[in-house]
């Protein structure tokens, strides 16, 4: 539930107060409360239209490329949603034990776009980059510039010393 007096990054779900405008971390122009609460519930109202089941006549798109495993986990996030996949064994792949078997899972073109948040979601969830500064992704440390930004936590510091002073990266 969002509190209709706050603002709301609808990147990373982060409050904030009335005043501020856009969120320090993905960059982009917070929303109300109340739009937010717009946006799930206009997501709940597309999760129930949806069947949950595949007819034999929608267009496909290729959503994942993975090891069974790991597409079954996904189905079972997906059908939370009430997406359904179509998982396959991949054409022409290697036969001769060189690695896991690799599958391709499909939703329909319709769900497609909703899909790949779900699974994009879930892949920064898994790999922790939620957890860290989109901004600083790219910084490097640069002796030879005034001042260097962690690429861990995205503070700005003098590169006179060989640590960050905020979070004990060390790039010595």
Same mark, same amino acid.
Not at 27 to 44: C, T
Not at 81 to 96: F, H, L, P
């Given at each position: 539930m969002y @509190?209709?007096?706050l603002k709301y990054c609808p990147s990373c779900g982060g409050e *904030?107060?009335?005043e501020i405008q856009s969120c320090g971390i993905c960059? +982009?122009? &917070? +929303?109300?409360?109340?739009?937010?609460? #717009?946006?799930?519930?206009? /997501?709940? $109202?597309?999760k129930m239209g949806r069947s949950g089941t595949l007819t034999g006549g929608e267009e496909m798109v290729q959503l994942h490329r993975a090891p069974l495993a790991d597409l079954r986990y996904l189905e079972g996030m997906l !059908?939370?949603? /009430? =997406? $359904? +996949? /179509? =998982?396959? #064994?991949?054409?022409?792949? %290697?036969?001769?034990? %060189?690695g896991p078997p690799m599958f391709v899972m499909e939703v329909s073109k319709v769900d497609a776009q909703d #899909?790949?948040?779900?699974v994009e979601q879930e892949y920064r /969830?898994?790999? !922790? &980059?939620? @957890?860290? &500064?989109?901004? !600083? $992704?790219? !910084? +490097? *440390?640069?002796?030879?510039e005034e001042e260097t930004t962690c690429p861990a936590c995205? *503070?700005?510091f003098p590169p006179t010393t060989t640590e960050c002073p905020d979070c004990g990266l060390n790039f010595g």
């Open positions: @509190d209709i007096m *904030f107060r009335p960059e +982009v122009p &917070l +929303v109300s409360g109340a739009e937010m609460q #717009a946006k799930d519930s206009e /997501r709940e $109202a597309k !059908a939370e949603e /009430r =997406i $359904a +996949v /179509r =998982i396959s #064994a991949e054409e022409g792949g %290697c036969k001769k034990g %060189c #899909a790949a948040r779900i /969830r898994m790999t !922790a &980059l939620d @957890d860290h &500064l989109p901004v !600083a $992704a790219d !910084a +490097v *440390f640069n002796p030879e995205g *503070f700005k």
